[in-house]
């Protein structure tokens, strides 16, 4: 059984930047189909970036381009979500998630399938001070 690891979290003024981490052991790393979701106060989960690994597509949603952006690194087996410009609203609890069968695929067939993801971790907290 793999297991995902996120970290990076912390509180930041309004503006600055964070870099989040989703370190992953047990699977094999460049074949697999992974996002961020995120979860603020009263919100429901949402899936916001997503990347295959094995051929790098990326993508993130509308509302976050050019602000986020998710990354691979092949050599730590770690997927990455850098986050900049934050903003009061980006507060919430952050979310690795991984497909093993949507690999290969473009970056937005591995979004609509991370949809169904469940098997969640703890997160990681990220608060924005306005």
């Known amino acids: 059984q793999g297991q995902l690891a996120e970290s990076g979290g912390g509180s930041v003024q309004a503006g600055g930047s964070l870099r989040l981490s989703c370190t992953t052991s047990?699977?094999?790393?460049?074949?697999?189909?992974m996002g961020w979701f995120r979860q603020g106060p009263g919100n429901e989960r949402e899936l916001i970036a997503t990347?295959?690994?094995?051929?790098?597509?990326?993508y993130v949603i509308d509302a976050l381009q050019g602000l986020f952006t998710i990354s691979q690194d092949r050599a730590k087996n770690t997927t990455s979500l850098q986050m900049n410009n934050l903003k009061f609203e980006d507060t919430g609890i952050y979310y690795c998630?991984?497909?093993?069968?949507?690999?290969?695929?473009?970056?937005?067939?591995?979004?609509?399938?991370?949809?169904?993801?469940?098997?969640w971790g703890p997160g990681t907290q990220v608060t924005v001070s306005s």
């Open positions: 998630a991984l497909d093993e069968e949507s690999w290969g695929r473009s970056a937005r067939d591995c979004y609509e399938r991370l949809r169904d993801f469940s098997s």
């Open positions: 047990g699977y094999y790393y460049r074949r697999l189909c």
């Open positions: 990347i295959d690994t094995a051929g790098g597509s990326d």
